[in-house]
């Protein structure tokens, strides 16, 4: 039984990678650019390293870090202007 135990905790340690997906959400990268630019910057060196899964949630956190949340403060005036 405790041998049995051993092996499913050193799969489990295997499984698990470097970073985890909570520290790769498009959330946390849209609120923490310090690990938004590390992993640009690994996903420009080495795409098929980092993974493509993530590099695509870099992509999207960096598009809505620069675009925002989609919601424009301006608005049009009622009346078009006169030339």
Sequence with gaps: MKILLLIVLVILAGCSSGSSSSDTSVAFLV???KRL????EQCHENRSQVG????ARVAKATNRR???NGKTPYTPPK?????
């Design 66 to 68: 620069f675009f925002g």
């Design 37 to 40: 630019q590390e992993l640009r």
């Design 79 to 83: 009346s078009s202007p006169k030339f």
């Design 52 to 55: 493509g899964a993530v590099c």
């Design 31 to 33: 609120a923490h650019p």
